[in-house]
């Protein structure tokens, strides 16, 4: 069961990220992508860079939030209220996105000269991974995880032949043939996952309003969601602003060597979130259950008992994770050591690239913590751990460009240990008062704007003067 777990896991997690990959190293390969110019190659590696990234950051900040809001919804069945948050989710991030892409663009065409044509396929592209992105939240809600993947590997299928046709049949350039498939491959998968939601939920209730609330009273996990994915970029974007950095068509910024170092250091410990999903879903999981039933309808030796497993179990899976994690990235650590550099990627990429392995290897870990955070529903907890995150990882990163390059990664180091040592404090203290947490908050009586009632609920003088004066707040 457990190996059954990884495996399921492993194919809902990585398997749309490596069918991206593959299908634009296959179609590179294909149209022989090494004999274009160096200029082409660069504009488009950077387009598909951008796309990716602006996507992630602009997806992420409201999942937690609708995704809290779609559980409640389906544990209420009121499954009519989904399709306007799905709606109005995406009028707002498609919001956001749009408005940021435009001026962006126009920069991109008039001051960087890139051809109309080429900058509105990037545009499109990044639009529509928007969407791919925003709609695998319903679908991950409703464990669609297989059609998650069955979806990339049709979409990514089309843009592999569709790059091929547009090269071949309609004479286009290689990279632009490239993007135009990928660009539709991304709308391809799009298209599929809205028309699953919706077949899922064909009722609109069109009631917005429950949304608009949810979203009011939950900012701080909008603001988590964001801090935390800004967290994993922003080391990036301190050192595009170094003379590492170069500048292309005067929009795009990189830093190559820094940002290649950062997604092999990424893919080096992306097994933390695997291993994470399945201790959770066939451990823990059932011990949080165990102890909240034990609070609904237990003894208090019961809830104590179960609390001691739940607290137990937590720490055992924390410590699993890193022991697991551990052995697997010194692996592939040394794989990508010994084997990189006759892959032709060598040099300052893989001076930096151990600095930042360690760092996302404490980074993966301590998003683990906010999760647990979640779980105990200490909000509070989980946006100081962001903030932290997001607030040292940016202080250091501008220290660590001065320093030699072997500590470039330095910033996401500090950012993660010290985020993780927050998040680790923030569980055990609520351990020990997960009590106050379940039992002593809400309220007795509504929440309402005006006057503060009297504490005085009974008065001797008011009582002998008749029952009708006897009343809260008679003196």
């Not at 069109?206 to 009011?216: D, E, I």
């Not at 969601?225 to 929009?251: A, D, E």
């Amino acid at each position: 069961m457990h190996l059954y777990g990884f495996g399921y896991s492993t194919m809902i997690t990585v398997v749309p990220m490596f069918v991206v990959i593959g299908a634009i190293l296959v179609s590179q390969l294909i149209l022989r992508f090494e004999s274009v110019g160096y200029m082409q190659r660069e504009l488009f590696a950077d387009t598909i860079l951008y796309i990716f990234i602006f996507s992630v950051l602009f997806t992420s900040p409201l999942n937690a939030v609708l995704s809290k809001y779609i559980s409640d919804v389906i544990f209420e069945e009121r499954y009519d209220d989904i399709i306007p948050c799905f709606h109005l989710g995406m009028g707002i991030v498609m919001t956001f996105g749009v408005l940021f892409g435009i001026p962006f663009c126009l920069i991109e065409h008039f001051v960087g000269g890139v051809p109309v044509y080429y900058v509105f396929t990037g545009y499109c592209g990044f639009t529509a991974l928007m969407l791919v992105f925003y709609s695998m939240l319903y679908l991950s809600i409703t464990k669609s995880y297989g059609k998650i993947s069955l979806f990339f590997t049709i979409g990514m299928a089309a843009a592999v032949l569709l790059s091929w046709m547009f090269y071949k049949l309609a004479g286009l350039s290689i990279t632009y043939s490239i993007l135009l498939g990928m660009t539709i491959g991304f709308i391809i998968i799009a298209s599929l996952e809205i028309a699953l939601i919706k077949s899922y939920f064909r009722r609109n209730s069109g009631n917005y309003r429950p949304v608009f609330g949810y979203l009011k009273k939950h900012w701080r996990m909008i603001f988590i969601n964001t801090l935390y994915t800004l967290g994993l970029f922003i080391h990036n974007f301190v050192f595009w602003t170094t003379p590492l950095r170069s500048v292309l068509v005067k929009t795009f910024v990189t830093c190559m060597p820094y940002d290649m170092a950062t997604c092999l250091a990424m893919f080096t410990n992306i097994s933390a979130t695997i291993i994470f999903i399945v201790n959770v879903e066939l451990h823990f999981r059932d011990r949080y259950r165990r102890y909240f039933e034990a609070v609904i309808g237990g003894r208090g030796h019961d809830i104590r008992n179960a609390k001691m497993r739940m607290f137990r179990q937590l720490s055992t899976e924390i410590m699993s994770l890193i022991r697991l994690q551990f052995i697997i990235s010194v692996v592939v650590f040394l794989i990508c050591i010994t084997t990189l550099p006759m892959l032709g990627i060598g040099g300052l990429t893989m001076r930096i690239y151990p600095c930042l392995c360690v760092g996302y290897f404490v980074l993966f870990v301590m998003y683990s913590e906010i999760l647990f955070l979640y779980y105990f529903n200490d909000v509070n907890g989980a946006m100081l751990t962001a903030g932290i995150f997001c607030g040292v990882t940016l202080i250091v990163s501008f220290i660590a460009t001065h320093l030699p390059d072997i500590w470039y990664g330095i910033g996401l180091v500090a950012g993660s240990v010290v985020a993780f040592s927050i998040a680790y404090f923030r569980l055990r203290y609520m351990e020990k008062h997960i009590e106050n947490q379940v039992f002593c908050r809400g309220d007795i009586i509504d929440r309402a704007d005006g006057e503060k009632p009297s504490a005085v609920v009974y008065s001797r003088a008011a009582a002998e003067n008749g029952p009708e004066n006897s009343g809260a707040g008679n003196k």
